[in-house]
């Protein structure tokens, strides 16, 4: 069975610094990899993708993909208290139009 | 762009009653997805169709779930009869063709007393 693993949290992170949110996947075929946010209540949004090995840039997000490792993240830098939310990882495997999804890291932003 | 309507946003009902959740998907979207999320076991797929046919319903957990898509616009998820366990939230998402990620809609919470 496919897995998704993420540290539960709660990670806690002074306003300004580096959250760094870590996923582990089994699926060595997976092909396509996803970060939503999820605040309390709400539903989850996309904010990063990544289909290839190395570091993809947007803002203040980076998504890290490292498939020899099995293993995807997202850094936040210069974190705001806007950025407490649920992280979840998302992985879609090979010839899959299905995710499979962690069950979140819970990351609070200290002012 | 609207995007992903689910309807109710809420729904509490007694055990045994039967209960319908409903989704519109983005317009041109070929997927639609239904996930349940619960603390326990985060984010589950329970079924997903493509140009209205379902694809994969491994996920949906007894025979009491069932879902249709009569057309490109509407989908439904039913559950008779319902349990306390099945109260979650569930979320519909919708895609593309062609790899695009999926977007979801607003959640229905659902409590079975």
């Known amino acids: 069975q496919k897995e998704v693993e993420q540290n539960s949290g709660p990670l806690s992170v002074p306003e300004g610094a580096i959250a760094s949110l870590n996923c582990t996947y089994s699926?060595?075929?997976?092909?396509?990899f996803f970060w939503y946010r999820q605040y309390s209540g709400k539903s989850p949004e996309l904010i990063m993708f990544?289909?290839?090995?190395g570091d993809k840039e947007d803002g203040r997000f980076t998504a890290q993909l490292n498939k020899a490792s099995q293993y995807v993240s997202l850094l936040i830098r210069d974190s705001q208290p806007s950025d407490s939310a649920t992280y979840l990882c998302?992985?879609?495997?090979?010839?899959?139009?299905?995710?499979?999804f962690g069950k979140g890291t819970k990351l609070s932003v200290i002012p | 762009d609207a995007g992903v309507i689910q309807s109710p946003r809420h729904e509490v009902t007694e055990m045994g009653q039967e209960v319908t959740l409903r989704c519109k998907p983005i317009?041109?979207?070929?997927?639609l997805f239904w996930y349940r999320q619960t603390m326990m076991r985060g984010l589950e797929l329970l079924i997903y169709?493509?140009?209205?046919?379902?694809?994969?319903d491994s996920g949906m957990p007894e025979d009491r779930f069932s879902a249709k898509m009569p057309n490109a616009s509407f989908s439904t998820l039913k559950i008779q009869p319902s349990e306390p366990r099945d109260s979650a939230v569930y979320f519909c998402?919708?895609?593309?063709?062609?790899?695009?990620?999926?977007?979801f809609g607003d959640g229905t919470r659902l409590s079975i007393l």
């Open positions: 998402a919708s895609r593309e063709q062609g790899g695009q990620p999926q977007h």
């Open positions: 699926d060595r075929g997976s092909q396509s």
């Open positions: 990544i289909y290839s090995n």
């Open positions: 998302a992985v879609k495997g090979a010839g899959s139009y299905q995710l499979t």
């Open positions: 317009s041109g979207h070929d997927y």
């Open positions: 169709f493509n140009n209205n046919v379902p694809i994969d």
